[in-house]
């Protein structure tokens, strides 16, 4: 894996954030958003993943579009970035877009290191996932949860339980007396990945 880091080197707060080169392409218009709406200080580690589908999901299974399976690499990545998080005196929000986003929850299913989760519209709809948090125990403070308003309106099966999925998600965490909060945007999976992860990003900042 890779590392980049951007903003305050000194930051009492870091933000860990799973990306791909799509996302580093956009990474500096996410910072910008970030503090345009937040005015908290912070520091971004990108952690760039080698193998999306594979790093970054938590179980093997099956894909769900085109012929790349899930190959259950979370366990590895989270203990590659968990060094990074080793600082007692500084507080450390994960979060991420996509399956990065997924891997962000669940990471904080396995560690109470990270304050807070900001999960933009997170793979929710990943096989088994919705049961797995309703029958563990989320180790964080605060979640952010959106989704894009097409999002559960794909021809794809799978992918269109996203809505149902993470809707029965924000239910539960809430009913857990977990702060957690459920954003709808405008347009498909594919719109605004970055505007959307800083906006997940300012709500744990502003909460802090």
């Not at 990306?19 to 503090?35: C, F, Q, R």
Request: charged letters at 25%; aromatic letters at 10%.
């Amino acid at each position: 894996m890779e590392i980049d880091e951007y903003r305050n080197p000194a930051s009492d707060i870091v933000l860990i954030q799973p990306v791909d080169d799509h996302d580093l392409a956009l990474i500096e218009n996410e910072i910008a958003a970030i503090a345009d709406n937040s005015d908290k200080d912070f520091r971004l580690i990108a952690v760039k993943v080698d193998d999306w589908n594979t790093d970054l999901s938590p179980w093997q299974a099956p894909a769900v579009f085109g012929k790349d399976d899930f190959g259950g690499g979370a366990k590895d990545a989270l203990a590659s970035i968990l060094p990074l998080c080793e600082d007692m005196n500084k507080t450390y929000l994960i979060g991420g877009y996509s399956l990065a986003g997924l891997f962000a929850l669940w990471a904080a299913y396995q560690t109470d290191v990270f304050k807070g989760v900001a999960a933009a519209s997170p793979s929710v709809w990943f096989p088994d996932f919705e049961n797995y948090v309703i029958q563990n125990r989320i180790q964080t403070d605060s979640v952010y949860l959106s989704l894009g308003d097409k999002e559960e309106k794909t021809r794809n099966p799978v992918m269109a339980q996203a809505g149902n999925a993470i809707r029965s998600i924000h239910h539960h965490l809430s009913n857990s007396n977990i702060e957690c909060t459920l954003e709808w945007n405008q347009g498909n999976h594919f719109k605004d990945a970055d505007i959307r992860t800083a906006k997940a990003f300012a709500w744990l900042l502003n909460r802090l």
